[in-house]
Nanobody, 126 residues
Framework: QVQLVESGGGLVQAGGSLRLSCAAS????????MGWFRQAPGKEREFVAA????????AYGDSVRGRFTISRDNGKNTVYLQMNSLKPEDTAVYYC???????????????????WGQGTQVTVSS
C-alpha cells in the first residue's frame, strides 16, 4: 500500500505560480514512475506530467508543456509540480499518482497508475 498526500494548492491570479508537492508513505517510490493529473468540473481527468524513477526523463501534456515542471526528490519520497504562467483554464483538482508496474515508455493514461492522492484544488482567477 502506498499513501500519497498532495499539498500546495490554492487560489492564484492568472500569470502567477504555484508549487505542488506529493509526499508518499508506506513504501519507497523511488523505483517507480510518478505522475500528476488534473480534473476540472464536468471534464475528464487529464494527464499533466510524469517522471521516471531517476528524474532524468519527464513527459508533459500539451496544454502545460513549457509552463509546468515535474521533479522528484527520492530521498524525501516526494514529487513536485512547479506551475508557472498559470491560466484560468488550469483551474482543477490536481492529483498525484504512482504506478508499481514497469513501463518502457512514460505512462500517460490514468489506468496505468495504481495509487492516487486525495487531490488538491488549484484555482486561477482572471
Amino acid at each position: 500500500q502506498v499513501q500519497l498526500v498532495e499539498s500546495g494548492g490554492g487560489l492564484v491570479q492568472a500569470g502567477g505560480s504555484l508549487r505542488l508537492s506529493c509526499a508518499a508513505s508506506g513504501r519507497t517510490v523511488s523505483n517507480y514512475y510518478m505522475g500528476w493529473f488534473r480534473q476540472a468540473p464536468g471534464k475528464e481527468r487529464e494527464f499533466v506530467a510524469a517522471i521516471n524513477q531517476s528524474g532524468g526523463s519527464t513527459a508533459y501534456g500539451d496544454s502545460v508543456r513549457g509552463r509546468f515542471t515535474i521533479s522528484r526528490d527520492n530521498g524525501k519520497n516526494t514529487v513536485y509540480l512547479q506551475m508557472n504562467s498559470l491560466k484560468p483554464e488550469d483551474t482543477a483538482v490536481y492529483y498525484c499518482a504512482v504506478t508499481l508496474r514497469r513501463f518502457t515508455t512514460t505512462p500517460r493514461m490514468d489506468s496505468s497508475y495504481d495509487y492516487w492522492g486525495q487531490g488538491t484544488q488549484v484555482t486561477v482567477s482572471s
